[in-house]
């Protein structure tokens, strides 16, 4: 039980990546003060956290209201968790992706749900782990309970460093931060390719029987 909390807990960090959003949060937030800051992190990790509490609880019931395989959705959920996987890689770094509309957002004083809740910690990569982890035919409702404390300990961890954010990134600097969002994308992508491999086993089975 112990590994599989902890292999949860690396999954998503990963596509949460809370280290990558502490760029985006300097940028969007420079211009406020400390008060206001802290109030923007707070919002960003509750928005945050209500997204990716909306697909963990009724993520499921859309699939099976659609009729998909969730096989199938396995399938392509780890594709393009390697696709998004390989943009963090070897696309535009997350804090230079994330802060091009940052001057706009800050305008119109929306920063804490874009792009701070939304795309930068409720990723789709995260909005659909989320879904997979918490597969009803898989895990039991405990289990289910268990990955959403995971998921809220993350967006906790995230709004802590948002806290922190300026002196971190004095230190790590922001090719610090796009180094850091790179190694995450190995590791999400080597997550992807698990999903994908166990669920073409699990179909192969099936067909057997």
Sequence with gaps: MVQIVFEQFVTLWVVIDPIG???VFVAV???????????IALQAAAVSAGVLMFF???????????????LAFQIAGGLVLFLFALTMIFGESKPGAETEGAEDAATQGSVAVFPLAV?????PGAMLTVVLLTDNNRFSVPEQAVTAAVMLSVILAAYLLML???PILKVIGTSGAAIVSRVMGMILAAVAVDTVINAIILLIKSYKV
Excluded at 29 to 39: D, E, G, L
Excluded at 56 to 70: E, K, P, R, Y
């Design 164 to 166: 922190a954010a300026s």
């Design 21 to 23: 959003t502490i760029p």
């Design 119 to 123: 795309p930068s910690l409720a990723s």
């Design 56 to 70: 963990l609880v009724l993520g499921q019931f859309l699939i099976d209201a659609l009729g998909i395989s969730l």
């Design 29 to 39: 937030t420079a211009a406020f003060t400390t008060a206001k800051r802290a109030r």
